[in-house]
T-cell receptor, first 113, second 115 residues
């Protein structure tokens, strides 16, 4: 079983739609959680951190449920420029102070005009 | 702002050749990592470093070596290239307590093909 699992999609939605992505993680010792965005043939870029209380950044809302080991990302009023692959990322503590970012395989989103 | 710089951007190697992928960051970050990205598998950690002189293995270290003689540089060496090492390689850096909130910054990637 993968440590971080995402629905690969693709999600094809019309402009203006609301779309939600889900992610589950298997390591209960995970400490930090993120959503990254990756455009085609580009590097991943941090979209937002995910906090237990939930957090919002403009049209984007992230939620974390530690009990269920579940993370979500909601995008409201989708724009064409939101088309990308969204990566769910979990931070796991290794030995000492070392940590490891563990990535899901990503969910592909295409916003259609 | 340069951030994380990787070179080269593209490379074709023959099986058995060796090469070094360069990574440099100018943000004074303690943590640096190398990942490879393959279709359908997400990014997988190859090696990482928590500071100059300190390196450790990640999930898929076989066939790769690293060293960290300075805070800025973290080169990845392929000892004897194999077709299975065809992939996109990303270098990342982050603050010493990197993943609490700030996440990691990635270089633009190196697309490596081994024939």
């Amino acid at each position: 079983r993968k440590e971080v699992e995402q629905d690969p999609g693709p999600f094809n939605v019309p402009e203006g739609a609301t779309v939600a992505f889900n992610c589950t993680y298997s390591n209960s010792a995970s400490q930090s959680f993120f959503w990254y965005r990756q455009d085609c043939r580009k590097e991943p870029k941090l979209l937002m951190s995910v906090y237990s209380s939930g957090n919002e950044d403009g049209r984007f809302t992230a939620q974390l449920n530690r009990a269920s080991q579940y993370i979500s990302l909601l995008i409201r009023d989708s724009k064409l420029s939101d088309s990308a692959t969204y990566l769910c990322v979990v931070n796991i503590r290794l030995s000492g102070s070392a940590r490891q970012l563990t990535f899901g395989s990503g969910t592909q989103l295409t916003v259609l005009p | 702002n340069a951030g994380v710089t990787q070179t080269p951007k593209f490379q074709v190697l023959k099986t058995g050749q060796s090469m070094t992928l360069q990574c440099a960051q100018d943000m004074n970050h303690e943590y640096m990592s190398w990942y490879r990205q393959d279709p359908g598998m997400g990014l997988r950690l190859i090696h990482y470093s928590v500071g100059a002189g300190i390196t450790d293995q990640g999930e898929v270290p076989n066939g790769y070596n690293v060293s960290r003689s300075t805070t800025e540089d973290f080169p990845l060496r392929l000892l004897s290239a194999a077709p299975s090492q065809t992939s996109v390689y990303f270098c990342a850096s982050s603050l010493k307590d990197p993943f609490a909130t700030s996440g990691a910054f990635f270089g633009q990637g190196t697309r490596l093909t081994v024939v």
